[in-house]
C-alpha cells in the first residue's frame, strides 16, 4: 500500500481530463512496480530508508569492502560512511572550508579516501578536496579553475594512477571544460576547453576508458541535443565530438557509463516529451546508438544516475516528477526493451551505485521533500557465511577480511580462512594467532583448543539467527610485495566454519574472496 499511496496522491487536483490521460498507463506502470518490489524482497533481505540528515545534491561510491560512501551539501560538504553492506546506520562528518558547495562529485582512491569536486556559489570557481582521513575530518581544499563562473555540474575521474580528470562547465563563456591534473591535489594541471561551439557543457558526465582516454557526456543548450565527447590523447586536445540524439529538445541530465567493451551508455531526459531515455552505443564514438524510452509514464527523467552491472546491463535512477518521487528503472538485458520500475519515495533522486551478489542489489541515494538526504538499500542477505574484502590493494598494505554471516540456525563460534592461491601473504602481528582460540582481544573470545587448522577466530557465544545478520570476526593480513608494473591475484578460500570445540560445521557460505595485489610504486 506505501507504494499506492505514492503514486495516487499527485494525482489530487490536476483535473479528471489529466486522470484519463493517464490512468491506463499509469496502473501499468504501478502494477509492475509494485511486483518488483514483492520479487526483490523474495530474494533479499527486507528494503530500508536510512535518513542522513538535511542535505541536497548527494553523490556515492563504493569502496574496497563495496560499502556506501556518501558526499552531500548542507551548506558546507559532508562525508557519511557505512560500516556494512546494509548501511543500518552512517557516520557523518562535516568537510572543513568548503562554505557554499554545490553539486558535490565523488570518487575514491584506491586506500578508500574521499575525492570531491564542486561548484563554490559564492565565489563562483571550480574546487577540489582531497581528503586525508576516510572520514575527511581532515582534508586539502584547492581552487581549480576560477576564470570567471566555472565548476557547474562537474564530474569527476581518477586515472589508473589516480590523477584526477574533472569535466565542468563554464558558464561565463558557455563551454565544456576539463582539467587533466598532474598529481592527486591536483596543484599541477591542465585546463582544456573540450567543446566551444556557443553553449556547451551542462549536465556533464565523465568516464575514462581502458586507455585513460576521458569520454564525456553533456547537453548541447544551443541545439538542444545529447552529445558526446571521445578525447582521442590523455590531454584531450582534439576530441572526436559525436550528436547523439537531436530528436526534439534533449540531452539534460546526462550519466554515462562504458560497457565492459568500451562503448558508452547514457541515461538522458527528453524535454520534448517528458521522458527517460538510453543510448545504448554500438562503437566508441556513438556513430549509430540504440535510442530507448525507458519511461514516459507522465513527465520522468530528470537527475538521471546510470550504472552497469557485470552483463553491462543498465539501473537508472532518477525523478518522476508527475508523481513527485524518486524512481529507479531495472533493465531485464542490456538493450533495456524490458524492464521494471520502483518508487522509492517522495523527493529526487540523484546517482545509484548496483552490485552483483547473487541476486542483485542496490543503493539509491535521493533528496526527499524535506530536504533530507535518503538512502535506500536493497541488498541480498543470503543465508550463511561470506567473506568481506577487499578488490584491490596496494603491496605492503595491511588490509582486513571479515566473515559475515546472515539467518542462520547453526550455532557458530568461530571459522578459519585458507590460502587457494600461492602467495607470501601473511597476517598482520597484531592480529590472532593460527590454531588457538585466544583470549587477547574483545568480549567474545573462547578460550581453550582450537581444532581447526588454519587461522581461526572464536566467540564465547554462540552467534545463530536470532542474532540476524552479523560479523563473525575479522583478519588483519599484509600483502606481499610485488614487482614492478605487476600485479599478483590472490585467493581466500575455503571458508570453514567451527563449532564450541573448533570442530568444522556445515554451513552454507559464498564463493572465495579473489584480490588482486597491485604494485605501488
Known amino acids: 500500500m506505501r507504494t499506492l ?9 490536476q483535473g479528471l481530463r489529466h486522470l484519463l490521460r493517464h490512468i491506463g498507463r499509469k496502473l501499468v506502470v504501478l502494477l509492475v512496480s509494485v511486483l518488483m518490489l514483492n520479487s526483490i524482497g523474495d530474494a533479499t533481505a527486507v528494503p530500508s530508508w536510512i535518513d542522513l540528515g538535511s542535505g541536497t545534491s548527494p553523490a556515492v561510491a ?54 570531491i569536486s564542486y561548484y563554490n556559489s559564492a565565489s563562483r570557481d571550480l574546487m577540489l578536496v582531497v581528503c586525508s582521513t576516510s572520514t575527511c575530518t581532515s582534508a586539502t581544499v584547492s581552487v581549480i579553475d576560477s576564470a570567471g563562473d566555472v565548476g557547474q555540474y562537474s564530474s569527476i575521474r581518477l586515472t589508473s594512477s589516480g590523477l584526477p580528470v574533472i569535466s565542468y562547465y563554464d558558464a561565463t563563456n558557455r563551454d565544456l571544460k576539463a582539467v587533466f591534473c598532474g598529481n592527486l591535489a591536483c596543484t599541477s594541471r591542465t585546463l582544456q576547453r573540450i567543446d566551444y561551439a556557443r553553449d556547451v ?60 567493451n568500451g562503448r558508452p551508455v547514457i541515461s538522458y531526459y527528453d524535454v520534448t516529451r517528458g521522458d527517460l531515455k538510453l543510448a545504448i552505443c554500438n562503437a566508441a564514438t556513438c556513430s549509430n546508438p540504440t535510442l530507448r524510452t525507458v519511461d514516459s509514464s507522465g513527465t520522468v527523467g530528470q537527475y538521471t544516475a546510470l550504472t552497469l552491472d557485470y552483463n553491462d546491463v543498465a539501473t537508472i535512477s532518477y525523478y518522476a516528477n508527475s508523481w513527485g518521487v524518486a524512481r529507479l528503472a531495472v533493465c531485464q538485458n542490456a538493450l533495456c526493451n524490458s524492464r521494471q520500475l520502483l518508487d522509492m519515495g517522495g523527493g529526487v533522486a540523484s546517482i545509484t551505485a548496483v552490485m552483483r551478489r547473487n541476486p542483485q542489489g542496490v543503493y539509491v541515494l535521493y533528496a526527499n521533500s524535506l ?86 577466530v572464536s566467540r564465547r557465544s554462540p552467534a545463530n539467527a536470532s ?47 579473489t584480490i588482486t595485489v597491485r604494485n605501488s610504486a
Open 467 to 513: 542474532t540476524g545478520s552479523f560479523s563473525l570476526g575479522s583478519v588483519e593480513y599484509i600483502a606481499p610485495q610485488v614487482r614492478s608494473t605487476t600485479s599478483v591475484t590472490i585467493t581466500l578460500s575455503p571458508i570453514l566454519l567451527g563449532n564450541r570445540l573448533g570442530a568444522q560445521l556445515t554451513v552454507p557460505f559464498s564463493s572465495a574472496a
Open 201 to 260: 557543457g551542462q549536465f556533464t558526465s565523465l568516464q575514462l576508458n581502458g586507455n585513460n582516454r576521458a569520454v564525456i557526456s553533456y547537453y548541447n543548450a544551443t541545439n538542444r541535443r545529447l552529445q558526446l565527447a571521445v578525447c582521442t590523447n590523455l590531454a584531450c586536445s582534439n576530441p572526436t565530438i559525436v550528436t547523439v540524439d537531436n530528436s526534439g529538445n534533449v540531452g539534460q541530465y546526462t550519466s554515462l557509463a562504458l560497457m565492459s
Open 5 to 13: 499511496v505514492l503514486w495516487l496522491q499527485p494525482i489530487r487536483g
Open 371 to 456: 530536504r533530507h538526504v535518503v538512502l535506500y538499500t536493497d541488498i541480498p542477505t543470503p543465508v550463511g557465511c561470506r567473506l568481506d574484502a577487499p578488490a584491490v590493494v596496494n603491496d605492503g598494505d595491511a588490509f582486513t577480511v571479515t566473515v559475515r554471516c546472515d539467518g542462520l540456525t547453526a550455532e557458530v563460534y568461530g571459522f578459519e580462512i585458507g590460502l587457494q592461491a600461492p602467495s607470501s601473504l601473511r597476517a598482520s602481528s597484531s592480529s590472532f594467532a593460527p590454531g588457538t582460540f585466544v583470549n587477547a582481544v574483545g568480549t567474545n573470545i573462547l578460550i581453550g583448543v582450537n581444532r581447526l587448522d588454519r587461522y581461526a
Open 62 to 115: 563504493l569502496n574496497r569492502y563495496r560499502y556506501p560512501v556518501i558526499a552531500y551539501t548542507n551548506g558546507s560538504l559532508y562525508v557519511a560512511i557505512c560500516s556494512d553492506l546494509t548501511c543500518p546506520s552512517a557516520s557523518n562528518s562535516a568537510i572543513p572550508g568548503t562554505s557554499a558547495s554545490a553539486q558535490p562529485a565523488l570518487v575514491l582512491t584506491a586506500s578508500d579516501l574521499p575525492v
